[in-house]
């Protein structure tokens, strides 16, 4: 059994994670810590989320960042599912524990620190870390990740982006100079849990926000190794993202080479699921992919003018942060793939 | 042309009811307040509301209590959307210039000032005139409606339970001595333009509040003149609401007496929609009504073992407010029923 | 390892029990078959349910009324997700092959004939099988079910009513001759899997429906041993039920005697969680159950008056169908009491 | 007084389009007709739309494909509100007549009869009228609409589209040779008033559908002048379309370029609200334009690597088809810019 702690677990991705670890056959949660400042201390993690009420007893202890070190004591495995900033404040502290840490926050997904002060608005000041941190996209990095002591798990729009741009890009089957426009929608839950008018349910309806300066369209191009235009939009749903790609294909590239590519991606990673294959004639929805851990994909190119549109989806809680974090702990620690496998787990 | 002043414009309500005054074809906007403290001060109303964007351009002039009665300078009438204990010290400034106030919140709608000690949490100081308060249930009080100074414009909650009960309670249909239980669900709007966890996108789904203690219960109660039950529910809705309501009937009531208490109450009162009349075999629903300035009701009774189960559906921020403020306004300056009759305002 | 096979498996309900039985840890799906005339035929159940891809690959195989003993062979245990009709058709020729019949439809919940011909529009040809079903409520009748061929698995809103009213009614805490007035509000998934204008994106909003003559009505007052007046309402959401009890106490019911009562009826019994107890303050909600087989209550008395609101939560797809059925069979079979507890059933 | 009548006034573009003409101050509602093989036929409006009960009266007459030169009579103008096909059907008999018809369908967008072979599925037999409907997109076809006998109303996610790129594509601000990328959703109600499972409450989620073969792409391209890659989507809200386009802009242009060519379009235009200058800060939101009769846009371009992206907001029934029908309406007759300006009709 790993034995695991994690920091920041009253916000919707937190109870996410702390539900999986407390089901997967190989872990058990010892402790799950907020800010000492928190309003949310000393709760019951099923007080806050009712859904785990009377499943999830665990008390909310309030942590100083002074005594980061605590939250590694007795645990092999320390989840960070905090804010950016408090994630390089409280990472170096538990590292030097030696305890493996995987961080779900933006705080480690660059290799370098100009990013932060572009994108983030904070001077990064643990780059030694930076150059260190594996990033966590399961399908792509697991070699690395299997002896990686700090995983920066991807973002919600990377992770459904890479995962539908990587086989294409890894391939050589996209043009050369052009520039694959992703518009993505994402659930309120992305937005965290917390009081605000932006979402607010009366306000919340559909439209884009953050466009041409989100801070995922950098993390997208540096792990893809190409530039994007990337627009996000706000949905009237609580959870799940969908990102329809728009690209241009190399020329010659033919359907037979695109299916190629996704199938050498993809072939045993049970959690990436091909619509071409499994469901022809569907696309990838919101509805397919809520509450599951899976990544669904499709695609549909005009050969004659050289496009293709690909349609990816994800649930942002779980592939975009809580069960993609646990795939990298199960890489890591050489675990059966739960949450994918139910049974196979025992 | 009636020249009017709001109060409280920046909410939900106050957006409809500028929204109203700005199409009736007799009455004229001049000015919106706000109060001196709020972030939406100078804002146009439009932008607040972009439903409303080019077309509500006023701006949310900030106002000090004290100065209060600049805002019934050259008008006929002040609407107040305000918070309980904002309307409470406002209007007694107000009515000492001569103006008509209608206030669409609850601080006039009991006579006496006991019930705001215990179910308000404030000490009411002007029990004068609670005495002189007329209860704008547009239907049932236009006589004092016509030359009252100061309306209290019902709450959404008892406005979709006062309508559907009091034909029966007026015409003795009810068996004495029994608590009729009403159950409503509230569109999320009815708590309010206000940044909060419990309003938030993703913590909103369905359920119980407020169970045995709404501040409603009793403002029905007095106005029926019978004791309720009374149970409402938040619902995953931006506005409207229905009320479900059972009762017991008297001995031997027919389903005669029953289609003949509700027409002699509604007959020539085309704001409430009798569903038995106009659409037998449907039930009031939010879809019916939001977005309008109905009441719907429907009923259906067991004779033989004197149930009466009644649904009756508002919008609540028009026939629960906005829309119920502009027909006491209609009664009380004598104007054409807008917006119900839209082209016969003409 | 209990053998099951599934008919009706295309449904809402019947993909959720696919589910349940794949993932139970003592439980194989060997087969799951829709009617010959089925449009879904040979299709597997994940292409239909996309949430399962890839993890539900069983093909829906069609089956022949005339063949339905095969459904039995090889397994212990066949669960019907059939439509009333069908079940009643289908069950007779299932237990003679001496397999065990967990029944989710309203076909053997009466213990006599006559309310089919009165609530459901067909005669019953059965009745024998009638007086031999057990009425599946899990937390009531486990001693029944332990020994049972046929469970009659209760309907999504009496399993919600019934939880809540029955250990009042069982403790002599409710007045005598008194009604028990029961609303409550179901997903939209509680009408099936289904193409019809009711169920329409577009026409779904809120509002009550079969008002007085719903047959959950006579169902609950069956099982509960009393009348109750129960008004269904349809709600804007896929899945869940929340029903709002009101009821009026025998004269000096104390609050311990109604907390006694609620634990003495659950205490021990962990898909029954009790609000007061649990998470004091808050109200059972669609947010609390969905997803989850839990019935969530919680309750307020106004100790004056004699009144009682009892609020209730289920998913209607599990509590109150597919996870409910699960339970009984755990208790038919004697095993662990998944999907409760997860790794407990290891 | 401009007398209309409308066909096809069942679905939900019909009734909004019954409610505009009944509201209009210069338009009177004659009579609206179904195909005589409606099951609505002879119902009135109000009951199928509740909305409107007790408000649009008209019953739905039948009206037979031989007959229609019968709606025709002693009206200045017919709207169609009718499939494709029928609209195809009907309009040479109405038009022979000398009526003035404004149809919404996609019968007579394109100006040749191939897109309907390849398109629509079915071959055009009135080229003729092709050739002399004139495209009814308001903003910029006002000369012709003045003077047309046959208008064909664009489509709604052409109307969001092509208001959003004619700007930049007649001031020569696109660069040349690239497609730009159009990413839209849509709210069911643009699948039209039917029973369906993919319309279904449960089965509506987010997805990408028609792919690289909509019929609105070339309708699209054939009206902007360029080609474009067109992705639509199924939003689960029920009225309103976002259309997120990407594009490469010429070499060297400036913001200041493309505010002018936005204003220079759209100056004295009161339909369309541009956002940059009406509420900078802020996107278009389906919140925005649910229930209005504009069209929202806004932009953003890094001026650095060529790209814009633009947001462009309408409600579907109405700029997306009813209202937009209204405005051809107004320019053809000459009437007041109702349901824009409301007091100025008076």
């Not at 469901?279 to 929805?285: A, C, D, N």
């Amino acid at each position: 059994m790993v034995k695991c702690s994690i920091i920041g677990a009253s916000g919707y991705t937190g109870a996410e994670l702390a539900n999986l670890v407390e089901q997967h056959p190989q872990m058990t949660l010892k402790a799950i810590y907020v800010s000492e400042r928190s309003a949310d201390a000393d709760t019951e993690l099923g007080t806050l989320h009712r859904r785990y009420l009377g499943q999830l007893n665990l008390p909310l202890t309030p942590l100083a960042t002074a005594d980061v070190a605590k939250a590694a004591e007795g645990v092999d495995l320390v989840f960070l599912a905090t804010d950016h900033k408090v994630s390089v404040a409280l990472a170096p502290g538990l590292l030097e524990t030696g305890v493996t840490v995987m961080d779900l926050s933006g705080g480690f997904r660059f290799d370098t620190a100009a990013p932060y002060d572009q994108f983030y608005g904070f001077t990064h000041d643990s780059p030694e870390w930076l150059e260190q941190a594996v990033y966590g996209l399961a399908e792509w990095n697991a070699a690395e990740i299997s002896h990686a002591q700090l995983v920066a798990v991807p973002g919600c729009y990377p992770t459904a982006s890479l995962l539908a741009l990587k086989p294409l890009q890894e391939a050589g089957l996209l043009k050369a100079e052009t520039t694959p426009v992703i518009n993505a929608v994402s659930g309120v839950s992305g937005a965290g849990r917390k009081a605000s008018m932006v979402n607010s349910f009366c306000e919340v309806s559909y439209n884009p926000y953050g466009v041409l300066n989100h801070r995922h369209q950098p993390e997208i191009a540096l792990h893809l190794g190409n530039s994007v235009i990337f627009t996000p939009h706000l949905g009237n749903f609580p959870r799940g993202i969908v990102a329809t790609i728009t690209a241009q294909l190399a020329d010659g590239v033919t359907a037979a080479a695109i299916d190629q590519a996704y199938d050498h991606a993809y072939a045993g990673k049970p959690a990436v699921r091909l619509y071409n294959q499994l469901s022809p004639g569907h696309w990838p929805s919101i509805g397919g992919v809520a509450n599951t851990p899976y990544c669904d994909i499709g695609w549909k190119a005009d050969l004659e003018s050289g496009h293709i549109v690909i349609g990816s989806a994800i649930d942002n809680l779980l592939k975009g942060a809580a069960s993609q974090a646990i795939q990298c702990a199960n890489i890591r620690f050489g675990l059966t793939n739960y949450p994918i496998s139910k049974k196979a787990a025992l």
